[in-house]
Structure formats: C-alpha cells, structure tokens
C-alpha cells in the first residue's frame, strides 16, 4: 500500500461499525447502478452483506459481464477473480479490487516463466503441441490462462473440471494441469485414472522430478501446487467426527488432499456445496471440509440444522480476509469523488489470450 493510501485509510479504521454500515450504504445508493458490487463466498461477513451479487469466482464475473449499466465492477475477492472480471467484461467497464494485497497463494505456485519451462522441457520428450492440452485452474493469473490459450488448452473450476479434462482427452492423450494438484488427482481419480498415471511436476527439479518412463506413462501430469486452507484438513478430522456424530454427512472441497477426498460422502464447490445443505431437510448433521467464513454463514442461515467446520484449528484464507468494510468504503468513496483506486487491468494480448481459453471452457459446458 502506498504511503498516500495508508493516510486515506486511517481515519476509516476510527470509525465505529455504525458508522462504517452508513457511509457503505450511501456510497452505494450515491452510485446506484454505475457499480456492481461482487462478493466471493470466501469473504468476511462484514464485506459479503453489502454484496450484489454473490457466488464463485467465474460465475461472479460472468453475472458481472451481464451487467452493462455498471461502469465499475468491484470485486471483493482476490486478484485473478478482478482480472477474469476485466477479461469478460465491456470495454467501458473497470474492474476494481478493494485491496491489492488480496492475492492467491495457489495461483501464486505457478507463475508464467516456470509454466513455459516446463512446456520446453516436455517438448524434449515429448511433441508437446500433439500430446499435450494444458488446462488451468480459473484460480490462476491472467497469463497463465493466456498461455492455455495459445497452446490449445483451456480453463477449469472445481465444478467443472471433469467436464473439462473428459473434453481434454479428446483433443489430445495428455494433460497438463496446473496449479492445484489435488483438483486434478480428485477429479482424475473420479473419472477412474489410476493415481500411477497422475504424476507430480515439480517446478524446481530437473524434468520436473520425473523420469522419461513416468511422463511418458502419464495422462495427466500434475503441477506441484495447493490451496493452503484445505491443506490443513486431515483424514483424521474426518474419522473424529464420524465417532462423534454417527451419520453424519462430509462434503469437502475437492482442493482437499486426495486422502481426504477419499473418505468425505461427497466432494464439491462452493456452489454445491451450498445447494446441498440448503436442500436437505431440518435436522440434518454437516461436517464441511471448506473455508471458514463460508461454514459459519451456512450455519447462520441454517439454524435448523447442525453443521461444524472439519477442522478443529479454525483456518481461514488469509488473502481473502484482507478486503475489509474500511477498504470497501475508501474504493466507493473514491468513485464518487470520480476517482478509480486500485483498477486491474490485464494488458490487452493477454487478455485476448485468456478470453480464448474461457470460451472454450464456456463452449465445453
């Protein structure tokens, strides 16, 4: 954060709860439909009440894009989600993130030179371009979606990632599927490709640690990334709390390890994992393997049913938390005053790049 920024923030860190809400309230009603306010499933309570639109990171930009009337699209996520925003959105709309320390530690275990090595080594061994489909995660940076996109590759989301990699193996015999290893072992694992023909890349060692025979006998060769939240959820976790509540039911997000996965009733995004809360009955028994802030708002809609977050050390994501009601009301405000404080914009090849390789997922599902 700047020097100039920090100043502007202070004064709003003295203001009381009240006084915040009222200030967010009438910046919003002074804006009206000039700026749409989207809010991550993962955010704090506190920012994600004063939300427009509310859901995962894809589905909010593209309810975004569908806004026209906004020339400001706010994003109270982190920074790939305000960059997939600018990528699908109008040339008149600036997407806007709150916070610019609000990043992905995920998306930041595959940068852009790393990923072109690893393509350059693989094409030592392999004809890369006839083999290979290279598929990222939505949480990944705009470059690298970019990259998908001239390689003849696309992008996924946890909810659609099966889609995707049955769409992949049509195209081409391989996949290279970066950065979260542990949603393309789950979603492979369940589409029955044995846990041999699912390598890990390392990005730090030679050929990424892998002998010719192992990439060679691979059909989806994984990158060695992870969500540093659901890493925390163990097997363990799970068999507690069977002992303690018999029958009750475990979704967990298949960012989780595959040891985890394997012993959860059902795997899932944010999305479905709320859809399948909400529709069971009263009195049903939830034990949700995902971030914290989205447990607790489910148990507060929900009193009527008894759901616990997995882990006993209450672990939330971090990045996510850095947007705050005072960062909101200093971006509003601002906006107000005809001033666009932190914009993302992704350069305009890039985004060309990126935009071929949502589409793609778009016209695969």
């Known amino acids: 954060m700047t020097t100039a920024n920090k100043v502007a923030l202070d004064p709003l860190y003295q203001l009381t709860d009240a006084e915040l809400d009222a200030r967010i309230v009438a910046a919003k009603a002074a804006l009206g439909n000039r700026c749409v306010i989207l809010g991550h ?13 509310t859901g995962d990171s894809l589905k909010l930009a593209r309810l975004a894009s569908q806004r026209p009337e906004a020339d400001y699209i706010l994003f109270c996520g982190v920074h790939f989600m305000a960059e997939v925003a600018d990528i699908l959105s109008a040339p008149h709309q600036t997407a806007i993130l ?19 090595d690893c393509w350059r080594q693989l094409n030592t061994l392999l004809d890369a371009e006839a083999t290979l489909t290279p598929i990222t995660y939505v949480n990944s940076a705009a470059d690298l979606k970019g990259f998908c996109g001239e390689h003849g590759g696309t992008v996924c989301t946890s909810s659609n990632a099966a889609h995707v990699l049955k769409w992949a193996f049509g195209e081409r015999e391989k996949v290279l599927f970066f950065p979260d290893q542990h949603l393309g072992r789950n ?25 010719p025979a192992q990439i060679k006998a691979a059909k989806i060769i994984l990158w060695d990334g992870f ?41 899932g995004s944010t999305e479905l994992i709320q859809s399948r809360v909400r529709e069971a009955p009263a009195g049903s028994q939830f034990v949700i393997g995902t971030e914290l802030n989205l447990v607790n708002r ?21 990045t996510m938390f850095r947007i705050d009601p005072q960062h909101l009301l200093w971006s509003l405000e601002n906006l107000i005053a005809g001033e666009v404080v932190n914009p993302i914009v992704v350069p305009a090849q890039q ?5 071929v390789a949502l589409e793609r997922m778009l016209a695969i599902v």
């Open 41 to 53: 499933h993962y955010q704090r309570e506190e920012v994600y009440r004063y939300a427009d639109l």
């Open 98 to 116: 709150p916070d610019m320390a609000a990043g992905c530690s995920m998306a930041d275990m595959a940068d852009l030179p790393a990923v072109e």
């Open 187 to 211: 979603t492979g694992a369940a589409m029955g490709i044995g846990l041999e023909e699912m390598v890990l890349w390392r990005p730090t060692e030679p050929m990424g640690g892998l002998t």
């Open 227 to 267: 969500c540093s939240v659901h890493q925390l959820f163990q097997p363990a976790h799970i068999e507690q709390w069977r002992q303690r509540l018999p029958g009750v039911q475990v979704i967990c997000h298949p960012e989780c390890s595959f040891e985890v996965c394997q012993k959860a009733d059902a795997l």
């Open 298 to 318: 489910l148990k507060h809609e929900m009193p009527e049913k008894e759901i616990h977050f997995l882990s006993p050390t209450l672990c939330m994501c971090s």
């Open 351 to 355: 985004a060309a790049m990126a935009k």
